[in-house]
């Protein structure tokens, strides 16, 4: 099947700076990607949709100013964390999907990043 | 808003034994209904999935599950459960009209006895 990497699988960095997690589908392209934020014993929770070449769409209560996704190839989509506060320490997970309009369409998620922030 | 509750946050059975994980979700369409598996250091795994058709879904690694619209409940099953089948399960819905998007449930975790 289709692979997702995520890099980097974990990361610790100080309050106040800045964290970028990268998001590749190996071999295949991807049209669209998602990232999402699982705290612990909870489920995921959609952060933002990307489309490749094409802003992010943010969910309700996310803040774009913070989360900056850019999905600028068939197969990179980036995450920055702005600005990071302990708050953000979370693990987050991005999927990729080749059809953007198709929600029959399988996901594939990477393996994670856990971010902490001191 | 749709929603998506997996009741039993914790699950133990032992090796050989048969396993029912359940989900319920609430939402007035007819749903789009996925399980996945995450074991640690791995992406979240596609079990099945349930579209249309005949209510009972066969998936990888032996797992079935079946669509109960009267219930609005798609419970995942596997006969004889294997130690590496231990791992956290999570149920998940989408709807045309809900912008393609993913909702999951919090998750099950499955450990295994030997």
């Known amino acids: 099947g289709a692979v997702v990497s995520q890099h980097p699988s974990r990361v610790i960095c100080k309050s106040g700076t800045s964290v970028k997690i990268e998001c590749r589908s190996l071999?295949?392209?991807?049209?669209?990607m998602f990232w999402y934020r699982q705290f612990p014993k909870q489920s995921l929770m959609l952060m933002a949709t990307?489309?490749?070449?094409?802003?992010?769409?943010?969910e309700q209560g996310v803040e774009k100013d913070k989360f900056l996704i850019n999905h600028a190839s068939l197969t990179l989509s980036t995450l920055t964390v702005t600005s990071a506060h302990p708050e953000d320490s979370s693990f987050y997970i991005c999927?990729?999907?080749?059809?953007?309009?198709?929600?029959?369409?399988?996901?594939?998620f990477g393996p994670g990043t856990r971010l902490l922030v001191l | 808003a749709q929603s998506v509750t997996q009741p039993d946050i914790h699950i133990t059975v032992s090796e050989g034994a048969s396993l029912e994980l359940r989900c319920n979700y609430s939402?007035?369409?007819?749903?789009?209904l996925f399980w996945y598996v995450q074991s640690p250091g791995q992406g979240l795994q596609l079990l099945l999935k349930?579209?249309?058709?005949?209510?009972l879904v066969q998936g990888i690694k032996g797992f079935e599950a079946e669509f109960k619209r009267s219930q609005s409940s798609f419970n995942l099953r596997k006969p004889s459960v294997h130690w590496s089948d231990a791992a956290e399960y999570f149920c998940?819905?989408?709807?045309?009209?809900?912008?393609?998007?993913?909702?999951f449930g919090t998750g099950t975790q499955l450990k295994v006895e030997l």
């Open positions: 999927s990729a999907r080749l059809n953007p309009d198709r929600v029959r369409e399988t996901q594939y």
């Open positions: 990307s489309n490749e070449g094409s802003k992010a769409t943010y």
């Open positions: 349930y579209f249309s058709g005949d209510t």
């Open positions: 071999d295949f392209q991807a049209t669209t």
């Open positions: 998940a819905v989408a709807f045309t009209g809900g912008g393609n998007k993913l909702t």
């Open positions: 939402y007035g369409a007819t749903p789009y």
